[in-house]
């Protein structure tokens, strides 16, 4: 994949490396443009509450 950002590999402190914010919005756009709808159907297993009211779980083939 093309880096596309503002920054190139080798501009950070270390060459060759960029912050994990700038990776992290650089997957998250890409992501998002490539999937702009996705419907999935699965098996969900190990489901638990956890704070804030947030639930987590696997979701699996069925």
């Not at 490539?34 to 979701?59: D, I, K, N």
């Amino acid at each position: 994949m093309a880096w596309r950002g503002e920054r190139q590999p080798g501009d950070g402190p270390r060459r060759g490396a960029i912050p994990v914010s700038e990776l992290t919005l650089a997957l998250k756009n890409h992501v998002e443009g490539a999937f702009r709808r996705v419907y999935v159907f699965g098996e969900v297993s190990g489901a638990r509450p956890a704070g804030g009211g947030h639930l987590y779980f696997t979701l699996k083939d069925a």
